[in-house]
């Protein structure tokens, strides 16, 4: 059994992409990966057989990259299955890979915008998928975009889960990071882990840490813009709040559960600029319960919905300090609530939100024996 990714961008960067081939190796199933962009943490992708190209490359020469590589793997390596990530992934697939092979659609985020060439994204996205037998999308809302759109193929919410951590890390490593700088290591950490950008409510974030009692502390794992991280700094200051808020460098996926099981309560807020996060799907959410860490989600989406009926999190109005603030306390205060958020989060990993359970129902689940 033999699986070809198509990533249209760093693959050791997308969780989703990263737990598939994890999933796949457990079940005996070997991962061919073709990126179109260089690998920055290619160690997280062990196990595959990983294609790069050495530089970044231009639009057309991603797409010719890609169809290359998909046409000399079909000769070679004859996979079963063809999962073809993202928008650029889907056009490359469609062009490249053998008619006879099964291609999934795994769309993270949706492209298109109100202009000519994101008219003619959408019109090619549609051709495209003639092609495809199944369409992944993370959130139930885009599974009706999927409908809106015109796409083919059987549709499947496939929720950006990590696969089923039996056991945990031994925590103290992101604690040991804060005592370096001077930070109190029994504070209370609140966390925000992932990409950096003027959607994810780190401003708001910030301020509402002026609403929570010390010692707490955020600290917020990645990198993005950076102008927008000089901004969070300055806002820090300014609240006086600079030793209580902490810039963690990036660290690959194989090594982020080391620092999760250090966290109290994690952010998964999304401001609604636009579709794709208007109806968020962030990984970070489930890694978190995964964790055992509660979560706290923007309110009025399909993700809040699941988050406070599971009873593992709060959903909040990501425009309100206060709001965040109180959540954050009501989920550090050690109250039994508290706890019992805790232990839901992990119990829901381990029962239904892991990889292996999403996957069961779609064709890759079938070809692993995992349905």
């Not at 492209?111 to 092609?131: C, H, I, T």
């Not at 999927?146 to 059987?154: D, E």
Request: include cysteine.
């Amino acid at each position: 059994m033999r699986v070809l990714h198509v990533a249209p961008f760093d693959p050791s960067r997308y969780p989703p992409l990263i737990q598939t081939t994890k999933v796949c190796a457990a079940a005996g199933a070997d991962s061919d990966v073709i990126a179109a962009t260089p690998v920055r943490a290619p160690l997280t992708l062990t196990g595959t057989q990983l294609v790069q190209p050495s530089t970044h490359l231009s639009r057309v020469d991603l797409l010719r990259y890609l169809i290359t590589g998909i046409r000399r793997a079909m000769r070679v390596n004859r996979p079963d299955l063809v999962i073809a990530h993202n928008y650029h992934g889907l056009l490359a697939a469609a062009v490249g890979a053998a008619a006879t092979v099964p291609l999934v659609y795994h769309c993270h985020d949706f492209v298109g915008a109100p202009n000519l060439r994101g008219r003619l994204d959408l019109l090619l996205e549609q051709v495209s998928s003639f092609r495809v037998d199944e369409v992944w999308v993370p959130a139930r809302e885009r599974t009706e975009e999927v409908f809106r759109r015109g796409l083919r193929g059987q549709v499947r919410l496939v929720r950006n889960c990590p696969r089923r951590l039996a056991t945990l890390p031994r925590g103290g490593r992101l604690r040991g990071w804060l005592g370096e700088r001077g930070c109190d290591t029994r504070a209370r950490i609140v966390a925000r882990h992932g990409s950096i950008g003027r959607a994810h409510c780190i401003l708001e974030s910030i301020e509402a840490l002026a609403w929570v009692a010390a010692p707490t502390t955020l600290v917020v794992i990645g990198e993005g813009d950076e102008d927008y991280v000089r901004a969070c700094e300055a806002r820090a200051r300014q609240l006086g709040l600079e030793r209580r808020v902490w810039f963690h460098p990036f660290v690959p996926h194989d090594q982020l559960y080391e620092l999760l099981v250090d966290v109290d309560v994690s952010l998964g807020l999304y401001a609604p600029t636009e579709f794709n996060t208007a109806s968020p799907a962030p990984n970070k959410v489930f890694e978190s319960l995964a964790a055992g860490v509660g979560v706290i989600v923007t309110a009025g989406n399909s993700l809040a919905e699941e988050v406070v009926s599971a009873n593992v999190g709060l959903a909040v109005d990501h425009r309100s300090p206060r709001g965040i603030g109180d959540a954050i306390e009501r989920l550090i205060d050690g109250s039994s609530f508290a706890e019992q958020v805790k232990a839901n989060a992990r119990e829901a990993h381990l029962r239904e939100l892991n990889y292996e359970h999403q996957l069961a129902p779609t064709v890759l689940g079938r070809l692993l024996g995992l349905s």
